[in-house]
């Protein structure tokens, strides 16, 4: 049974992480400029928090899903600033730069700034919790058993996202050598404006809820 929810977790973990938004969009850019281990890092983040969201969603954290709730419109908007901002530095960055960058910091620092700013990126999206929320409904694994049973699905979970995200860097790792700089200059453009529209639809959205334009429904289970 242990080892059905943790394979079970794996199947979550990269349900999860599979559609390429903003972020998925960021990793693949961040492999062409920096390198496989650059993806892997920034994959790992987003790997992170897709952990903690499905730890406050699985054992139902009530007043942080209550607050996610109350406050979701506020976050979103928050969140969607942020990648507006960060869309914009992606593309007006340079390769070059970049790529001499990760040759100077190609140790440990690199690896935890490219962590951190993805978890930070990712974690700023509430409506990972009630993703979770919905896939568990679905599969059924936080229903019945006993704790240890429910507690082997959170690492199944992490593991399928570093699954997905290992593979996809590995992938795109070998057409790296192919493109030149001006092919990544072009990837950073693409990829900034890509990021800033997606932002910007949900950075709407989000307002059109704060004004009570649209009224946000949040079904669970």
Do not use: H
């Amino acid at each position: 049974m242990l080892i059905e929810k943790f394979f079970n977790g794996i199947i979550i973990g990269l349900l999860a992480s599979v559609p390429l938004g903003p972020i998925g969009i960021l990793i693949i850019q961040r492999t062409m400029n920096k390198g496989r281990i650059s993806g892997l890092a920034s994959g790992l983040g987003a790997a992170f928090s897709d952990m903690i969201y499905a730890i406050i969603a699985g054992f139902s954290i009530s007043y942080i899903i209550d607050f996610v709730k109350e406050q979701q419109s506020w976050i979103q908007l928050f969140g969607s600033l942020v990648m507006v901002v960060f869309g914009y530095f992606t593309y007006r960055s340079n390769p070059a730069i970049q790529l001499r960058k990760a040759q100077r910091q190609s140790g440990t620092g690199s690896f935890i700034q490219d962590l951190v700013t993805t978890f930070g990126l990712t974690i700023s999206n509430p409506l990972l919790i009630f993703v979770f929320i919905g896939v568990f409904a679905g599969f059924k694994v936080m229903q019945g058993g006993g704790m240890a049973e429910r507690l082997i699905v959170i690492p199944g979970i992490f593991s399928g996202a570093i699954l997905w995200w290992s593979t996809l860097s590995f992938i795109v790792s070998l057409f790296r050598k192919k493109i030149n700089l001006r092919g990544l200059w072009r990837l950073n453009r693409i990829t900034g404006m890509i990021i800033i529209v997606l932002s910007i639809i949900s950075l709407v959205y989000a307002i059109l809820e704060l004004t009570g334009v649209l009224l946000p429904e949040i079904v669970v289970g």
